[in-house]
């Protein structure tokens, strides 16, 4: 009986126990539940919403661009991205067909892109379409397949701008170009924001805005789009004329460097930059050096000028039109031009007496004057890919280099190079910095006392007015200029039957406001001389841009002779054509006059190279 009732207080001793034990565990249970759930649920929180909630990006408009009036020149209109959530859309391989079907691209490319992200959320399907496309893709009613707002970036002057503008890329992020150059400014900033997601991807709430979209901040250009595209048909329609193989031309305000119009070609279509090759995308006004022929011409004078070893009126012996400098001879082409003042040697383009100007000025001082001018140095302007150019200091000279670089050989210059240094003459010796933001100004530099940039000046005046530049006049504007005819550098020497064709002019003289530089290479028709081929450019060009911007005529009584001339033969076909200048009226019978520039035909080979130097980020 004992042992009965010992067994039966054991059995519910063991019932306790056990059932102790579970209420110990159940509140255990209990109590860590209502621990991570409601006191310490920051864990099992994130994982909740990892699940449902995302942090998405709010997409921001980049700023415009505008010329100096206000036009705009790129702008960003709203496009859609089509993309998909691989995870979900692959649980329905049947619609895959209707799905590519409706992309427009085959279903194995289509397969093959989900398969290889088969593991992800996110896949992009079609990006910055016409928000109509998008709107049929997603008519489908896919699973999994979604659309996004973005911008794509668009250029309202096609290829009159677009190696100024350059493009962006499929992020809108700038690659080129100005848009390469003020990428940070223009970009602004994505605004971000906290959805939830349904497990098909579909936002079904908004929950909190992290940060507000910043949009980029607009730039206001120095280019005028009407002088720009004026710019870019005359030197197309060059082009073509003279079957040439490139050119470009530069337009700089004198007094305060910006640049008014920048046009290269080739060019492209920067809003199918896709179909661009590189040879075209380059901007050849800033990366592309030459040798810069007779338009040297007057830096080496206003040096000889400023040294006081010369007065305008000095008389030079250029004869017998040739000069022997060790191995080599120097010509004047075509002929002997005798005794030439300095002011002759600029009219007449004559290279001896050039190089006896230099021989009275000492290398280091030919040097520094040289140098001066933005030679061998780069412009300043912040445009990408800015080439310096190539000025060697005499201490690597050879025994003829100051003598060939005097007019022009053995020193390698942008087009914006030599822009700038006319600009230089025409704002009384002030060397300024281009710019292409309106109203930028940097600090200045005297290098050249006003009154000798005055003198060549005048000096230039006679190239248009006498010598081989006569084509560049524009009816009443007294117009100076510079021709120039490089021979084209090519394998460590000249290459035949090659030749860059240059003028670089300010107008109107009397009180400089433009200063252009055209530069056409590998003309095959209608001669190579910078008088035939380059100042026609500056002719058409200015006769426009000087109107477009108001500057008032400084040479009345050319432009009243002129319209005498012109009602005295109403109704001959004649007056239709007549030409800027009453000397240009004539036969142009100095067009010779300009081979003077490709100096020597005996000259050694080019000091430095003028392959092209890429542009972009490098």
């Known amino acids: 009986m004992k042992n009965r009732n010992r067994a039966r207080f054991n059995l519910r001793g063991r019932l306790a126990l ?4 579970l209420g110990l565990c159940s509140v255990s249970l209990v109590g860590r539940a209502a621990y991570v759930q409601l006191v310490n649920n920051d864990f099992y929180q994130r994982q909740g919403d990892s699940r449902f909630l995302r942090e998405i ?7 415009m661009i505008t010329d100096r009036n206000g036009e705009p020149v790129a702008v960003s209109s709203p496009v859609e991205s089509v993309w998909a959530n691989p995870r979900e859309l692959m649980k329905f391989p049947d619609r895959l067909p209707e799905l590519a079907q409706a992309l427009g691209v085959p279903v194995e490319h289509l397969n093959n892109r989900l398969s290889q992200r088969a593991d992800k959320e996110f896949v992009y399907l079609k990006r910055r379409i016409n928000p109509d496309e998008a709107h049929r893709i997603l008519s489908h009613k896919i699973p999994g397949v979604f659309s996004q707002r973005e911008f794509r970036r668009f250029y309202p002057q096609g290829e009159a701008m677009a190696h100024v503008l350059g493009f962006t890329n499929i992020d809108d992020r700038g690659q080129e170009g100005l848009e390469l150059a003020f990428d940070e400014w223009l970009r602004g900033k994505p605004g971000a924001k906290k959805v939830i997601r349904d497990n098909r991807g579909r936002i079904v709430e908004n929950v909190d805005l992290v940060r507000s979209a910043e949009p980029g901040k607009d730039l206001t250009l120095s280019i005028d789009r009407r002088i720009q595209f004026l710019a870019y048909r005359e030197l197309r329609n060059a082009l073509i004329e003279h079957q040439a193989s490139s050119g470009s031309m530069v337009i700089l305000d004198v007094a305060t460097g910006e640049v008014l119009a920048m046009v290269s070609l080739p060019t492209y279509n920067p809003n199918a930059v896709g179909q661009a090759g590189a040879e075209t995308r380059r901007n050849r006004a800033v990366t592309d050096v030459v040798e810069p022929g007779s338009t040297m011409k007057p830096i080496t004078v206003s040096g000889a000028l400023k040294a006081g070893v010369v007065t305008p009126n000095t008389l030079i012996n250029t004869s017998p039109g040739y000069m022997s400098l060790g191995k080599y ?14 002011t002759g040697i600029i009219t007449k383009s004559s290279n001896i007496g050039s190089v006896k100007l230099s021989e009275k000025l ?10 001066s001018f933005g030679y061998g140095s780069a412009p300043g302007s912040g445009f990408p890919g800015e080439a310096v150019g190539i000025l060697a200091p005499p201490s690597r000279w050879n025994g ?4 060939t670089m005097s007019y022009g050989y053995g020193l390698s210059v942008t087009p914006l190079q030599i822009a700038r240094a006319y600009a230089t003459l025409g704002n009384g010796g002030r060397l300024v910095t281009p710019t292409f933001v309106k109203g930028e100004h940097h600090d200045t530099q005297q290098v050249l006392d006003p009154a000798i940039a005055q003198e060549v000046v005048n000096m230039m005046e006679t190239v248009v007015t006498q010598g081989g530049a ?10 100076a200029g510079k021709t120039g005819t490089a021979r084209l550098a090519s394998g460590g020497g000249y290459a035949r039957g090659r030749y860059a064709s240059l003028f670089a002019g300010l107008v109107p003289a009397s009180n400089p406001r433009f200063a252009a530089v055209i530069v056409i290479s590998d003309s095959q028709e209608g001669g190579y001389f910078g008088g035939l081929v380059a100042a026609p450019v500056f002719h058409n060009v200015m006769d426009g841009a000087l109107r477009l911007m108001d500057v008032p005529p400084d040479d009345i009584e050319t432009w009243l002779a002129a319209q ?13 054509n007549a030409v800027a200048t009453p000397a240009a009226l004539t036969d142009f019978t100095d067009d010779a006059a300009d081979v003077t520039d490709t100096a020597t035909f005996d000259a050694p080979a080019p000091v430095t190279a003028t392959a092209p130097v890429q542009g972009g980020v490098r």
Do not use: C
């Not at 056990?18 to 034990?21: E, H, L, M, N, Q």
């Not at 003829?400 to 003598?403: F, G, P, V």
């Not at 006569?470 to 117009?479: D, N």
């Not at 012109?566 to 007056?575: F, I, Q």
């Open 18 to 21: 056990v059932i102790g034990a």
């Open 57 to 63: 990006p709010i997409p921001t408009s980049r700023g």
């Open 329 to 342: 001879t120097i010509k004047d082409v075509p002929r002997n031009n005798g005794v030439l003042t300095v």
């Open 362 to 371: 000492s290398s280091e001082y030919f040097y520094n004057h040289v140098r």
């Open 400 to 403: 003829l280099q100051k003598a």
């Open 470 to 479: 006569k084509r560049a006049g524009v009816l009443g504007y007294r117009v």
């Open 564 to 576: 005498a001339k012109s009602e005295g033969k109403a109704g001959k076909s004649s007056t239709a």
